[in-house]
């Protein structure tokens, strides 16, 4: 008797578990089919990019908001990331016969229409159903470079296929697995990719309370890192993290840079020593980020260590700047303080969730125009112009007198 109302508890307990398996497979899966991206394809009105924040947000599905626009813990440095531009002042130079000053240059010998790229950011396919294809399209309308990053939500083949032959670099994050790593980085260059970005501040996730909070998975797969179709979709960032490597270090560098004839772009510098490493071990340009303030909560701003930073490069590779970029003013007090280029993130990633790729085209247009007029009041007539103006901080910390 003892024995059967044993075995009836075990039948019990197992169709439970069963029964809460299925409802959490149910309940994911509704989920998933509910999540809809804006499809419109529409030039966007932008008085200021900082409101595009608040229109994504009345488009794009809640998790996939916070995923976008979220930094992590208590978010400081993200915040920072934008303030810490108001400490510095552009002091303006007159009388130098500045007209419509000339925005072209170049980075790697790219030549580029502005002096701004596009980051590198996981899975567009949050923010708009063309995902990645639309980004792309979108650069190479404005004739700038898009970095592609490995969390993808399109196939590399169709972003480089839209992309029609406009300059794509591909964004690394190092797998555990080495024939994973060769595979990837050979199929970015057979598709004309012109160099790899090797991200190194990202060894696991920050913690992004938003994300907890949400309970946020990637409701869209992420086909480039997936071995095969559903592995990566339904899962948090932390899971995807996990099958990246977890530490980098200077033969990390020297690692990939064996594994292709590209042109390596460290990513994620914030110290000076850190950029003489990278460079050491063989990188052939540098990106100062702090990964918008999505990894480490409590890191200065981008903008407050890219002075020692270029100082120390002193022009032996070219640097790549980004986290807080929204305007004019910043791409040049970030150009004025030591970067030869500028990357923007969510801005992007808001644009083509209110727009698709025209709405890319509308936030460089904006860009553009607010860059133009920026130099033509401070005295810019080029980029080099840009280079020689003098900033003025207006804090009073050693570092920033530095700048
Ligand atoms: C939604 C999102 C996803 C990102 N994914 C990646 C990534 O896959 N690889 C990477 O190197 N950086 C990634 N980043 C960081 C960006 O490349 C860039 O450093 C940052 O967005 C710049 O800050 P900003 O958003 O203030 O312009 C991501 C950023 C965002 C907002």
């Not at 797998?175 to 595979?183: G, I, M, T, Y």
């Not at 994620?268 to 063989?282: E, L, N, T, Y």
Request: proline share 4%.
């Amino acid at each position: 008797m003892k024995k059967f109302f044993l075995w009836v508890l075990f039948i019990c307990l197992l169709a439970s578990a069963f029964g809460y398996i299925l409802y959490r497979y149910n309940r994911m899966r509704a989920e998933n089919q509910k999540y809809s991206a804006p499809t419109n394809i529409n030039s966007i009105e932008i008085i200021d990019v900082n409101e595009l924040e608040s229109r994504a947000a009345s488009v794009i599905p809640r998790g996939g908001f916070d995923y976008i626009a979220g930094g992590a813990e208590t978010e400081q440095t993200l915040r920072r990331n934008i303030s810490a531009f108001d400490e510095i002042d552009i002091v303006p130079r007159v009388l130098r016969g500045v007209d419509k000053p000339d925005l072209r240059t170049s980075v790697l010998g790219i030549d580029i229409s502005l002096p701004v790229i596009i980051a590198p950011a996981a899975a567009h396919g949050l923010a708009h159903i063309s995902a990645e294809a639309g980004t792309a399209r979108a650069a190479a309308e404005v004739d700038t470079i898009m970095a592609i990053s490995n969390y993808a939500s399109s196939p590399l083949r169709d972003i480089a296929i839209a992309g029609g032959g406009a300059p794509q670099w591909f964004q690394l994050y190092l797998s555990k697995d080495d024939e994973f790593n060769r595979e990837i980085v050979q199929q970015a260059e057979k598709l004309g990719m012109r160099a790899i970005v090797l991200t190194v501040d990202a060894p696991i996730g920050g913690n992004r309370f938003r994300d907890a909070r949400n309970n946020f998975k990637f409701p869209l797969e992420l086909p480039n890192v997936a071995k095969k179709s559903g592995d990566t979709k339904g899962q948090g960032i932390s899971a995807i993290f996990a099958a990246a490597q977890n530490s980098f270090a200077f033969d990390t560098v020297q690692y990939v840079k064996s594994m292709t004839r590209l042109p390596i772009i460290v990513k994620g510098i914030q110290h000076p020593d850190d950029a003489d490493v990278a460079i050491a071990a063989g990188a052939d340009a540098i990106w100062v980020s702090n990964h918008g303030g999505r990894q480490l909560d409590g890191a200065p701003a981008s903008i407050e260590v890219l002075p020692e930073i270029a100082a120390r490069v002193n022009k032996r590779v070219p640097i790549i700047f980004d986290s807080g970029i929204r305007n004019g003013t910043h791409i040049f007090k970030a150009i004025a303080a030591g970067a030869d280029v500028v990357a923007i993130g969510r801005p992007v990633i808001y644009a083509l969730s209110l727009g698709g790729w025209m709405g890319v085209v509308s936030l460089f247009d904006y860009l553009k125009q607010d860059l133009s007029r920026v130099m033509t009041l401070a005295g810019a007539q080029t980029i080099q112009d840009i280079k020689n103006t003098q900033l003025r901080p207006k804090c009073m910390l050693v570092r920033c007198a530095e700048l």
